[in-house]
């Protein structure tokens, strides 16, 4: 491969990573405005707003931080690619639905989810999932 | 053939399980930090609960909001304020607004301060009484609303958390 194509991918798990390290640190450090953000989406069981809102942060936070430092690539990409799935199918049920809410992504009551929203998680959806194929080994196992 | 060279040093094992087993140890990393997170006095608790459909505003104010929140405002005490000459500041966005408000209501969204805070806000003093309301139970625009207010100095501020769907259930004159 060609040295502007590796340092491309650099860039682009660097960037994924950072982006998660980011919005679990806000999250992590206030996780009753996460919880109250999640239990505003209205997609969750009530008993499950709370263990979700208390787990996911550091899930991105260990995924960020395992993209950042090369490690676990298989693992951490797969894991972000299906929390950005399910952020992105929540943030397109929200609109749908005509809900109000707060994003819910970096900082409590940062902004609203809107259609903005939705194109920034399905970049970073299609981000995830082409890194998650780059790492995927090519060649047959046995 | 060569051996494949995974990350994770595994050698043998076909992609999907190696998949697995990294996302394995990454969530139960995730759940042993929550669980060390949730020792410190500002967790939330496991079986924590928040407000739903059938939680009273006062409930859901009482989950939701923080300590030094401004005071909760039930239906009965809104509309004795209101009728007191209080100013009533609606966080929602400008198009709801425009749907359907509180009579005399000002507009401040929470989403859009600057735009509209010159106009909503200049003529008032510190010590005005003010009463900030949203959408009811499952909006906490009123409260980060509150909490902005707060910090510019505003000093009487309730939040009639029960919001503009409980004014207009009850039939309280609403004005378009």
Known sequence: MNRGAALAWTALRLTLGAVFLYASYHKIVTPGAFAQEVNNY??????????????????????GLALVVNRWQLGASALVAAMMAAF?????????????????????????????????DLALLAAALLHLRRVWPRKKWN | MPPVALSGGARSR????????????????????????????????WNGR?????????????MMAQPTDPPFASLAEAIALHG??????????????????IPRARNLPF???????????????PDTRLVVYCEGVGC??????????????????????????????????VEK
């Open chain 2, 111 to 125: 989403y859009d301060l600057e735009a509209h805070e010159k106009a909503a806000l200049a003529d008032l003093k």
């Open chain 2, 50 to 62: 928040w407000p739903t459909a059938d939680t009273s505003a006062e409930q859901a104010y009482k």
């Open chain 2, 140 to 173: 906490e625009l009123s409260l980060f609303l509150g909490r902005e207010l707060q910090a510019r100095g505003f000093t009487d501020i309730r939040d009639f958390y029960g919001g503009f769907p409980e004014w207009q259930k009850a039939g309280l004159e």
């Open chain 2, 84 to 101: 007191g000459g209080a100013v009533f500041i609606d966080a929602r966005a400008a198009e709801e607004f425009a749907v359907g408000r």
């Open chain 2, 14 to 45: 076909p992609p999907a399980a190696i998949v697995l087993a990294q996302a394995a140890v990454l969530l139960l990393l995730s759940f042993a930090a929550a669980a060390a997170r949730s020792y410190l006095p500002d967790s939330i608790r």
């Open chain 1, 42 to 63: 209205k997609l969750l069981p009530p008993a499950l707003v709370s263990p979700f809102a208390m787990v996911i942060p550091w899930l991105e936070f260990f995924c």
């Open chain 1, 88 to 120: 992105t199918a929540a943030v397109a049920l929200a609109l749908a639905r005509g809900l109000n809410v707060s994003c819910g992504c970096f900082k409590s009551g940062g902004s609203a989810a809107t259609w903005l929203t939705l194109a920034r």
